[in-house]
C-alpha cells in the first residue's frame, strides 16, 4: 500500500503530462475507459458485492445499499456518463483578452489545467467514474478518497480505467486511490497542500463541514441547500402551485429541492388551500407560523428552526412576510448560498429578488430544481459550490481549470 | 474596543447595502476619501509619528521605519491612488453568456461582490488606503488587521474613511479595523469563515504561509517569486544581458525581481563574461554551478539550497542545462508558480516554455518585473496570486468580485 507521500509524488510526476495532453488524446482514452468498464463488468460487479454483502453485515441502511450497489445497467450508465465527457468541449488552452499594450508586449490569458484535484467522497461507486472523467477531460491529474463502504468497488473500477489508460500511452497516476480509508489518513490528506490544488469534497453536510475545518488544500463547498420560494402578492396562483409542487416533492433528497416557502401575507389565503391540497398528494407536512397556520387547515406549528433547516424529506416550513424587503433579508439570512426563486408577476419586485437575493442562482417564476449541470447546458456538473470564490453554482468543465498569463514581447524591459 | 464577533456581525449588517450601491455613488464616495485624506492630513501625520517613534524605540531597523513613515506627498499619493480607482470601470452587474435553454429559461451569469474580505497586513499604512479603494469599488465590505506598529497610522486613516463614507450616506462599517493587534485575535480572525469569505494575506512569506496554515477561510495565496530567466541556445546575447540586469536589478525587493537563470550549455560562455560585467554596475553576486563557474571569472559556488532561494537581494543563481526540456523540468521543480520568462529566437522553444510551465506568468522575450496589474493594464492591484484558484498573477478589481445565476423563467417545472 503506497502511503499518502508516495501517492502525491506520483501525482505530481504525472501532472506535466496531463498538462499538456491534446483533446484527440484525452477524449480517445476516455473512449477507452468507458469500453474497459463495459468489457470488465463482471469483475466489478463482483468486488461491488464484497461491499454489498460485508454492509449488510454491518446493518447498512437499505436507502445506502441502494446507492452502493451496482448492477450492469449501472456500469453501463457509468460509461455512457464517460462518453458524454469526452463529447464536450476541451476548455484547456483557450486564449482569452489577449491585448497588445502599449510597449508593445502582448499579453493574454490562456485558460489551463488545475493541477491536481483531491475529491473526497462517501459511498457512491459511480462518483469514482464520473469526477475521474471531468477531471481528466480538463487536463487535472486526480486523487480518489472514497468512503471504506465502497472500497472494493471503487479500487475495481480505479484499476479498469488505470488499466485503459496505460494502453493509451497515458500514465497511470493520472488516477489513484487512497486505499488506507481510515479518518487519521483522510485528515493527513488534507493537509498536502504542496501536492494537490483543490480539494472538492462530495458527500452530506457533515463531510463537507469536516473538510472545510480541517484542510489546508483550498476546498470548494459544495451542496448544501436550504432553498426558497417566495410567492410575491402579485404571483399567479396557478403557476405558483405547480412550481412549489415540483421544487419541493420532484426528488427530495436533493440540495436544490426546495425546503420553505416565504408568503406574502396579502396572497396566503388564496395560496394556503390550493397549495395544502396539491401537497397532499405527497403527504408532505406543513410547519408554518401563525398566519400561515390560519389561512389552512393541517399546519402545523414552525419553530425558530424550522426556518435553518434542510429537511431532505416531504417537509416544507411557510413563512409569512409584510413585503418583498422582508422576504429578501429573511431568505439572506437563512439560506445556504444555493438556489432562490421568487414567484411574481411584478416587474420591479422580480428585479430587486434577482439583485438583492445573495446565492448562488436566483429565480424568476421557475423551479430551483433546475440548479443542475446538465440544465444549465455545461454537459455535467462535477457538484454546486455554495461558496464564492473560483466557482459559484453548477461546476462543469471550466471549474476544473485555472489560468495564466502568456506574454510575447521583443525585448521590453521596464 | 469591539469584540470580533460584533465587527463580523456588523461587516455582514453592511454588506447587503454595499452589493446593490451604484457605481456612480460608489465613485462619488471614493473622490470624498481621497479629498477628506488630504483635508485630515495633519491629523494622519500626527497618528503616524505616535508610530514611528515607538518603531524607534523598539529598534526597528531604517528600511521598516521608512515603509511605516507618512508624510504630505505620501498622503497625496494615496489620495491619487483613490482618485485612480475611482476612474476605473466597475466590475459589478455585468451580465455574460446569458443564453435560453431549450425550456425557454434564460440564464445568464451576473457579476456580483464576493461579500466581506479579510485583509490581514504588514507595517505599512497605505495598504490601508489602497485596500479599502479597491474592495469598495468592487462592492466589497473590508475588514483590516494591520500590524501592530502602524496601529496609530492605521486607525487615523480608517476613520477619515470611515467619517468620508458616512457624509455620503454610505454604511460606515464599508471598512473595519481591528484594533487589537494580538497574534491570538488574529487566529480568531481566520477562523471566523461565518462573516469572512475572503482572506488575502499582504506581506512577507512568513505572514502569509502562517494565513494558508491556520485560515477555516477561503485564502488567496500572494506574493512570494522565486523568478527564472531560462536564456535558450539561440538567444540573442544583445537582448538577453538588458533583460536580466532590468529583471534583477531595476528593484530587488519585489515578487517579481528575477533570482535565478538557467542557461543552455552551448551559449554559457557567449553569455556570461558579457553579463557578469553588466552586473558588476551593481555589485550582484552571481552563484553558480561548475559550468557557469568556468565561464566567467568571480563566480562564486551555488548549493542546492540557491535553486529554492527568492533572494530579494542583488545575488542571482545560474545553473546550466543541456536544453530546454531540462529548463523547464528545473524551473517547474524550484518555481513558486509566479513568473517565468525566456530568451530565444528559436519559434517551437517559445511556444513549448509557454505551454509547459507552470507559472502565472510566462515570458517569451521580456523582463518579469512586468508581472503587476498596472502593467498588465488593469489599472491597479490587490496582489500578485500565485494560486490557481479563483485568481492567478496580478489581482485587479475582477479578482475581488464573484458571480451568481440570474434565471428568467415563465413557470418551468422539471
Same mark, same amino acid.
Given at each position: 500500500? $503506497? ?5 502525491? $509524488?506520483l ?14 488524446? =484525452?477524449d ?7 469500453? *474497459? ?12 458485492e464484497?461491499?454489498?454483502? %460485508?454492509?449488510r ?6 436507502? @445506502?445499499?441502494d ?6 445497467? %449501472? ?12 463529447a ?6 483557450e486564449?482569452?483578452?489577449?491585448? +497588445?499594450?502599449?510597449?508593445g @508586449?502582448?499579453?493574454g490569458?490562456k $485558460? ?35 468512503? &471504506?463502504?465502497?472500497?472494493? #468497488?471503487?479500487?475495481?473500477?480505479? /484499476?479498469?480505467? %488505470? ?23 483522510a ?5 498536502? /497542500? ?15 463541514? &469536516?473538510?472545510?475545518?480541517? #484542510?489546508?488544500?483550498p ?24 412550481i ?14 426546495c *425546503? #420553505? ?5 396579502k ?10 391540497? $396539491? ?11 401563525? =398566519? ?13 428552526? /424550522?426556518?435553518?433547516?434542510e ?10 412576510? &409584510? ?15 444555493h438556489s *432562490? ?9 422580480? +428585479? ?16 430551483? %430544481?433546475?440548479?443542475?449541470g ?14 464564492k ?10 471549474a476544473?481549470? #485555472?489560468y ?11
Amino acid at each position: 500500500m $503506497k502511503t499518502l507521500e508516495e501517492i502525491g $509524488k506520483l501525482a505530481k510526476a504525472a501532472e506535466p503530462a496531463l498538462r499538456v495532453l491534446n483533446t484527440g488524446k =484525452k477524449d480517445q482514452a476516455l473512449l477507452k475507459v468507458a469500453e *474497459e468498464l463495459l468489457a470488465k463488468t463482471a469483475d466489478i460487479l463482483e468486488a461491488n458485492e464484497t461491499d454489498v454483502i %460485508r454492509a449488510r453485515e454491518n446493518g447498512m441502511k437499505p436507502g @445506502l445499499i441502494d446507492r452502493l450497489m451496482l448492477d450492469e445497467s %449501472r456500469i453501463e450508465g457509468m460509461a455512457e456518463g464517460i462518453r458524454q465527457v469526452a463529447a464536450l468541449p476541451d476548455p484547456v488552452g483557450e486564449v482569452k483578452a489577449m491585448k +497588445q499594450r502599449p510597449n508593445g @508586449l502582448l499579453i493574454g490569458q490562456k $485558460k489551463v489545467p488545475l493541477g491536481v484535484i483531491g475529491i473526497i467522497y462517501e459511498a457512491r461507486p459511480n462518483v469514482t467514474a464520473d469526477a475521474f472523467a471531468l477531471c481528466f477531460k480538463a487536463g487535472n491529474v486526480v486523487i480518489l478518497r472514497g468512503g &471504506s463502504d465502497a472500497f472494493h #468497488s471503487n479500487q475495481a473500477i480505479v /484499476d479498469v480505467i %488505470r488499466g485503459a489508460l496505460g494502453m493509451e500511452g497515458i500514465p497511470e497516476d493520472a488516477i489513484q486511490l487512497i486505499q488506507d480509508t481510515s479518518r487519521e489518513t483522510a485528515q493527513r490528506f488534507m493537509q498536502m /497542500d504542496q501536492y494537490v490544488n483543490v480539494l472538492i469534497p462530495r458527500g452530506g453536510a457533515g463531510l463537507i463541514r &469536516s473538510v472545510v475545518e480541517n #484542510s489546508r488544500i483550498p476546498v470548494i463547498e459544495t451542496g448544501t441547500g436550504n432553498c426558497h420560494i417566495y410567492v410575491d402578492e402579485s404571483a399567479d396562483i396557478d403557476m405558483a402551485v405547480p412550481i412549489i409542487f415540483n421544487a419541493k416533492t420532484q426528488r427530495i433528497g436533493v440540495c436544490n429541492a426546495c *425546503e #420553505s416557502l416565504v408568503v406574502h401575507e396579502k396572497i396566503l389565503d388564496r395560496l394556503m388551500p390550493a397549495l395544502k391540497q $396539491k401537497l397532499d398528494e405527497k403527504q408532505v407536512e406543513i410547519r408554518g407560523d401563525e =398566519k400561515a397556520m390560519a389561512a389552512a387547515e393541517g399546519i402545523i406549528p414552525a419553530s425558530e428552526e /424550522d426556518w435553518g433547516t434542510e429537511y431532505l424529506d416531504y417537509i416544507l416550513s411557510v413563512k409569512t412576510v &409584510s413585503g418583498v424587503d422582508e422576504a429578501i433579508a429573511h431568505i439572506n439570512r437563512y439560506n445556504t448560498g444555493h438556489s *432562490e426563486a421568487i414567484i411574481t408577476s411584478d416587474y420591479a419586485n422580480a +428585479q430587486k429578488f434577482l439583485n438583492e437575493i445573495d446565492a448562488a442562482a436566483v429565480y424568476v417564476n421557475a423551479s430551483t %430544481r433546475f440548479t443542475d449541470g446538465f440544465e444549465f447546458g455545461f454537459g455535467a456538473e462535477i457538484g454546486i459550490s455554495t461558496q464564492k470564490l473560483h466557482a459559484r453554482g453548477p461546476m462543469g468543465l471550466e471549474a476544473l481549470t #485555472s489560468y495564466k498569463y502568456i506574454i510575447y514581447g521583443n525585448g521590453q524591459i521596464r
